[in-house]
């Protein structure tokens, strides 16, 4: 059974970081590409970011390009989100995502 995992939200102010991690488990890691996603209140699912199984590919959603990183640690069957320079618009909850599946989500909030 495919399990993610996320940590790391909080409540930051504008120009502030954070970095999210995404725990997986139930299947072979370093094989499957994998994304984050966010949902805003009120708002639908938002894809942010991939990255290849091994990490050598990376795509990312135009308003976010330069301001977040996407990363994976394969050995630690980990995935990460830095997030630099928040704004209020990127306050949601963000997900994780193998194919179809995605975790619990966990909560950013950016506010002065």
């Known amino acids: 059974e495919v399990q993610l995992v996320e940590s790391g939200g909080g409540l930051v102010q504008p120009g502030e970081s954070l970095t999210l991690s995404c725990a997986a488990s139930g299947f072979d890691f370093s094989r499957f590409g994998l994304a984050w996603a966010r949902q805003a209140a009120g708002k639908g699912l938002e894809w942010i970011a991939s990255i290849s199984g091994d990490g050598t590919y990376t795509s990312y959603l135009p308003s976010v390009k330069g301001r977040f990183t996407i990363s994976r640690d394969n050995a630690k069957n980990t995935l990460y989100l830095r997030l630099n320079v928040l704004q209020t618009d990127d306050t949601a909850v963000y997900y994780c995502?193998?194919?179809?599946?995605r975790g619990p989500g966990t909560q950013v909030t950016v506010s002065s």
């Open positions: 995502q193998k194919e179809s599946s």
